[in-house]
């Protein structure tokens, strides 16, 4: 189980930030390798980094061998300007860094999708998760591990006032929400990697409270 190699894309978001925390706190990884536009601003002696924009990921030759492949790729609406935009990141780019990884020898996809994806849905967004969980799927990874978070809680970088409100109705409601309460990004970074070594074949879909009780597994 020692020496594994990672690959982690979207290091610089909510979750990926925390992703490569847990990754290079883990001494089961020997290397971790995270691929993006710009530094994490971190230093690590198992961390190597990557400058790739996610343009040119599909063309991406230089990746290295990894067992482990982690996306956290994702962005909104608001942030992409369009449906096209959002859909470069979140469907295109997506798939291209799963193609990487799967040419680089990965074995295991963990892919943070959102609670609701389904690509036949009439939502723009829910289809679109739908459809990068599909296509990586299809891919013949031997593990997929899709993890479908709620609305996510935790400190980000960039100023959200709606989603801000929303959390503090959410966590004051948490007890009434089900699987639909907020789940803390950590929690979705600590359940992904405790898949990555569940030994689960095939592609598996965890929704949101099953990844919060997966993170607080022994």
């Not at 990926?16 to 993006?36: I, K, P, T």
Request: aromatic share 6%.
């Amino acid at each position: 189980m020692a020496g594994r190699r990672a690959l982690v894309a979207g290091g610089t978001g909510l979750v990926g930030g925390l992703l490569v925390q847990r990754l290079l706190e883990d001494a089961r990884y020997e290397q971790v390798h995270a691929v993006g536009r710009r530094p994490l601003g971190l230093t690590h002696p198992r961390l190597h980094e990557h400058m790739v924009v996610l343009d040119a990921l599909a063309a991406w030759k230089d990746c290295p061998a990894v067992d482990d492949a982690y996306c956290a790729l994702g962005t909104t609406l608001g942030k992409a300007g369009s449906r096209a935009l959002f859909r470069a990141v979140d469907l295109d780019a997506v798939v291209a860094f799963a193609r990487v990884a799967r040419a680089a020898g990965a074995q295991r996809f963990l892919l943070v999708s959102a609670l609701g994806a389904d690509a036949r849905s009439k939502m723009f967004y829910n289809r679109t998760k739908g459809e990068a969980e599909e296509a990586v799927a299809a891919l013949g990874f031997p593990e997929v591990h899709v993890v479908r978070p709620s609305l996510l809680d935790g400190p980000r970088r960039e100023s959200r006032p709606l989603e801000q409100l929303s959390l503090v109705v959410a966590r004051a409601a948490a007890p009434l929400l089900g699987h639909y309460r907020p789940i803390h990004a950590d929690d979705v970074a600590r359940a992904m990697v405790g898949y990555a070594f569940d030994g689960i074949p095939g592609v598996s879909v965890h929704e949101s409270d099953h990844a919060w009780e997966r993170a607080h597994r022994a």
